[in-house]
């Protein structure tokens, strides 16, 4: 057996040994306050209309149902009050309230994705309304058609239509949401703003006026905080720039993302950034809240969950203790996300399940959950008595305003798109390149299969392939860095992308592929002497290794992450400030370079693959890797449940296949790449194997 398959085996060994189940369950909450009520204006007693009644089915005794999510902490009181009503109704049933923390769902849909792709789905799962469902899990036929279930409870007559058709596709409707929440809000306090003689901006130029005054007033014009809250502030001034109509277009795939207006939003977005907090990056929303709170900062722009945090967790009165406007520029706008559950296919609870989506569609179910979550009902018997001020004037702009969908919330954008465009926020934090970053989106965007219609113009005849005449052509693999290449322990063989890729390529260009296994260490100098026809194991694109090899066009862009342990909480930073922490990642790759720009070198273990490193990891001897996201996935999925990503250190590298100098298989593989662009060839097997979604 080669040291190769020894150490997969190994691994094997040791993952069946060392299996964990990682604790889900929640943290204890603190009391909380109650929403602000308001009263009827009159005394007389109130005549209420007879309630919708919920189909009930019985559950299954002795049963269970985990609900995954990520309202942990400040968000988690909603959610156990719908789990409380559910207990009521079926005491039979066990539920397993799986909270993964992390605002907006990031390290959540990270262990979701494991979880999925590894054929251990929960029960149900938390997740945004619209594309981050249909194009990421629909699309890979892992959801169920909740159609039956629409018309079994009436909710085709009860959910705005526009709600239902953006849950929905030709094939059915694939989610139940529980609430509309609004993106585009600026919360301020207004005693401070008094205190401090300005007044909430309407536009953005109004907020540039007014940023220099508070600043000599030693105050922070507007917080943020971690990376996608500053993609939520992104789309809402890109909103301000582009319109209405601008913004629908980049969604519809009918605008570039390097169009003037967009990059001009970029550079807005600069300006703005300008006036906000140096420590953004170590914030939670939650405590980039709090600094609007403490008199801290003046303006913070979240979405409308902050009013349960403002009401709900820190007791405070809207309109006196806090208020809100239009983020700038998008008065009569409503950017609108909706949080919704849905069925996974081979749900181990399937029938508790649909108990607890027909309790969650439900107007009582509904009332129960948003007045505390700070969000509207999606059912439109709401009763609104139940719902504080704010809560009162956003149903009223539901109702009134122009209704956009969300990038960041996943309503318009699938998750290859938002998980991507994250690096694409860091990229312009690290830069402040609007050129770039509207480029390197515009890439992202054809990648996700949404804007490669911007960029047509007129069809032009396909051209011919090239004949290789069934040539055979030695591809060097180094069966050690999943989901690319590696060996299957059940039949010997390799398999991965790189493998599924070139014979889909051979089949084009009509050549025969012959893998051959080689050591990563020394590869360059033995593609530069011809020693074998081309290399697949997702090589970075660089000028040092294109001094000596020649690169395909690129197939896919990956950032670097930190990949730990399951049960590891500490962050990137402060990963990276703990002299006593080791990282783990492989000689001689960018992911080394990178990980020697991040780390003192005494603390940086090389190993001779990725395999070793992921065995060091497990075994504790070495507390994260530095590794790209794609082979995270890889990894993790192999060793379920038992690592996660803990961040994002780099972002947009771009893979490629390399060849020797001179070689005339270049071009005949670029243009079968490009012919699998074309007809999504590509994008299908990037799904397979968790290159995209």
Known sequence: MSSKKL?????????????????????????????????????????????????????????????????????????????????????????????????????????????????DPPDTFQVHAGQELIGTWVVADRMEDLTFLYEEQGWFDKYPQGLIDMMSTEDGIWSVPVNIHRSNIMWYIPANLESWGVEAPTTWDDFLTICPVLQDAGVVPLSVGENWTNAHLFESIAVSELGVDGWNALWAGEKAWTDDDVVAAWELYGKVLECTNEDAASLSWQQASDMVIDGTAAFNVMGDWANGYFQTTKGLEPTVDYAWVASPGTDGVFMALSDSFGLPKDAPNRENVLNWLRLMGSVEGQDTFNPLKGSIAAHMDTDLSKYSVYGQSAAADWASGTVIGSEAHGAVANETFMSGFADVIELFLNTRDAASASATAQELCMQAGICGEAQVVEEEPVAALPDLGGATITVAVENAYPPFNYIDEATNEGVGWDYDVVNEICSRINCVPDFQQAAWDGIFPAMSAGEYDMLADGVTITEERAEVVD?????????????????????????????????????????????????????????????????????????????????????????????????????????????????ELTASVDAALEAMKADGALQELNKKWGLSE
């Open 7 to 119: 150490l997969f085996s190994m691994i094997t060994i040791f993952v069946l040994l060392s299996m964990v189940l990682v604790s889900c369950a929640p943290k204890e909450q603190p009391a909380v306050e109650e929403p602000v009520v308001e009263e009827p204006a009159a005394e007389e007693p109130v005549v209420e209309e007879p309630a919708e009644e919920v189909v009930e089915e019985e559950a299954p005794a002795g049963s269970q149902l985990e609900i995954y999510s990520w309202w942990a902490g400040d968000e988690g009181p909603a959610l156990e009050a719908l789990i409380a009503e559910y207990n009521a109704m079926y005491p039979e049933v066990e539920v397993i309230n799986a909270t993964v923390a992390g605002g907006s769902g990031v390290e959540a849909k990270a262990v979701l994705k494991t979880r999925l792709l590894g054929g």
């Open 551 to 663: 690169f395909s066009i690129p197939y896919v862009i990956v950032g670097q992450v930190l990949l730990v342990r399951a049960d590891e909480t500490a962050t990137v930073d402060e990963i990276k400030a703990n002299e006593d922490a080791l990282v783990g990642t492989q000689l001689g790759t960018t992911n080394e370079i990178v990980a020697k720009e991040n780390f003192p070198e005494e603390r940086i273990n090389s190993f001779e693959d990725f395999g070793g490193a992921t065995l060091a990891l497990l075994a504790g001897d070495i507390d994260a890797i530095v590794i790209d996201n794609v082979s995270a996935f890889g990894f993790m999925s192999a060793n379920e449940g038992m690592m996660k990503i803990a961040g994002t250190i780099t972002s947009d590298e771009e893979l490629g296949f390399a060849f020797p100098p001179g070689s």
